[in-house]
């Protein structure tokens, strides 16, 4: 190369999604959506791809394809109303992208059975659904399935929860797998996780491990004002804090997590100007002398103030389907196109794609010729 060309700048590329099995709740809005819509309007992405995972969702929900197609649309409306732009960030769906699917055939041959079984994700995603042995095999082998999702766009960032960590690891490894045997081709991706230690796995309402949907103790970003209020004030807190003059625990309650992500200090300055920020709160709470449902109702004008623009911009969208299905058609367009380069090249490297061009042709012929 000549001193005076420059080196290409590998672009800076994001793909993360969502399974539509329902619709998507606050502990999705601090562990990844919150953090995709900052990282849209940073302007360091050079291309940002949303992923509505319905195949992947199909996996665990084959018998219910229903299900699936009821909720496509409520995921694009949360993408909406949280703040992704169409302009920005191509919103797509997972099963018109056919290129995924070859590619996830092609990475199949280069993880082990054994080497899936180890992923701690599959192994609590079993355990929580009970499947034992009957565990679906396009369930079990998810995990390649989404190193196809990343890096068939050539992904550099997926931004994701704690919980995702193995995933991404198990699509590194495969990236260099694929690239010892085949040549460098794919992007090996970097997880994004959430600078907040509650928000990268926030707790249900029961103060169970994690919300989730399966376990129904969610706040969802749809729910109106009289559902969050009903939520937040049934919330587990501490079992010992009887009286309000009772110590209480501030770091397995779900109150405080709750907080910890959304509470900022002009919440504290408009709802409760007795405290400079969350940590005077919680020691008022740890030595007596706070109550529950202080603390209860404080979270939900924190959480009032977080999903009441949020409900505006659904409301919108809920009006307008059209313009939401247009914006899926276009996104989906984009990333069709994105992937097809990728398979093209994963095809060129694995040296299968004979009808490129005349090479496969001459080379037999030449085979021919020399025999």
Not at 200 to 216: E, F
Not at 336 to 351: D, S, Y
Request: with cysteine.
């Amino acid at each position: 190369m000549k001193t005076h060309e420059r080196v290409k700048k590998m672009k800076k590329i994001i793909l993360t999604g969502d399974r539509p099995t329902g619709n998507l709740h606050i502990g999705h809005y601090v562990g990844s959506l919150k953090r995709r819509v900052e990282l849209q309007n940073s302007n360091e992405y050079d291309e940002i791809y949303i992923m509505i995972a319905d195949a992947q969702a199909l996996t665990d929900n084959a018998e219910h394809p229903e299900k699936i197609r009821n909720n496509v649309m409520n995921i694009a409306l949360d993408y909406l109303s949280v703040g992704l732009d169409p302009k920005k960030s191509n919103l797509f769906i997972q099963s018109s992208i056919s290129a995924l699917s070859e590619l996830n055939m092609y990475y199949l041959n280069l993880v082990t059975v054994s080497r899936v079984q180890r992923n701690p994700t599959v192994k609590s995603e079993i355990k929580m659904r009970d499947y034992e042995t009957s565990v679906p095999v396009g369930f079990f082998t998810y995990p390649i399935s989404q190193a196809a999702d990343i890096t068939a766009f050539m992904a550099t960032d997926v931004p994701v929860g704690d919980d995702q960590l193995p995933m991404i690891e198990q699509t590194v490894e495969i990236v260099h797998k694929f690239n010892s045997i085949y040549g460098e081709t794919l992007v090996a991706p970097k997880a994004l996780l959430p600078k907040n230690t509650y928000s990268q796995r926030l707790m249900g309402i029961d103060g169970k491990a994690k919300m989730s949907k399966s376990l129904n103790n969610c706040i969802y970003l749809c729910d109106n004002s009289d559902e969050v209020r009903k939520k937040v004030m049934s919330m587990y807190t501490d079992p010992n804090h009887l009286k309000v003059s009772d110590p209480g625990n501030t770091k397995d309650n779900p109150v405080f997590a709750y907080l910890s992500c959304f509470a900022t200090e002009e919440h504290f300055q408009k709802y409760l100007p007795e405290y400079h920020n969350l940590d005077e709160m919680k020691k008022h709470y740890e030595r007596g002398g706070l109550g529950d449902i202080k603390c209860k109702t404080f979270l939900f004008q924190v959480l009032e103030d977080v999903l009441t623009p949020i409900r505006e911009r659904r409301k919108y969208f809920e009006n307008h389907l059209d313009e939401v299905y247009e914006i899926l058609r276009q996104g989906t367009e984009n990333a069709n196109r994105k992937a097809q380069e990728t398979l093209q090249k994963v095809r060129h490297a694995m040296k299968i794609d004979y009808f490129a061009n005349n090479d496969f042709l001459e080379e037999r012929k030449k085979e021919r010729k020399m025999n």
